[in-house]
């Protein structure tokens, strides 16, 4: 691995992540990574924004019969 990154957690995280590394025997980097990669492979992104497709009931069903839409 070549990136590093630093960050400052509070006093209870540190205690908590310490507690964790020395209960599991994983080492700290090792479970922030794996943290990590579970929130990266949980971002939705643009797939949460997409649950709300066609949950509009009201208005024309297709847009380009409104008042005003010009076909040009």
């Excluded at 630093?6 to 994983?26: D, F, H, M, N, Y």
């Excluded at 929130?39 to 997409?50: C, E, I, L, P, Q």
């Amino acid at each position: 691995m070549s990136n590093t990154v630093t960050l400052r957690v509070p006093k209870t995280l540190a205690a908590w992540l310490q507690e964790k590394s020395a209960r599991t025997g994983i080492s700290q980097g090792q479970i922030v990574r794996e943290q990590l990669e579970l929130v990266r492979r949980n971002d939705t992104g643009a797939k949460s924004f997409m649950r709300l497709a066609g949950s509009i009931r009201s208005g024309p069903h297709d847009l380009s019969t409104r008042k005003g839409y010009s076909r040009g």
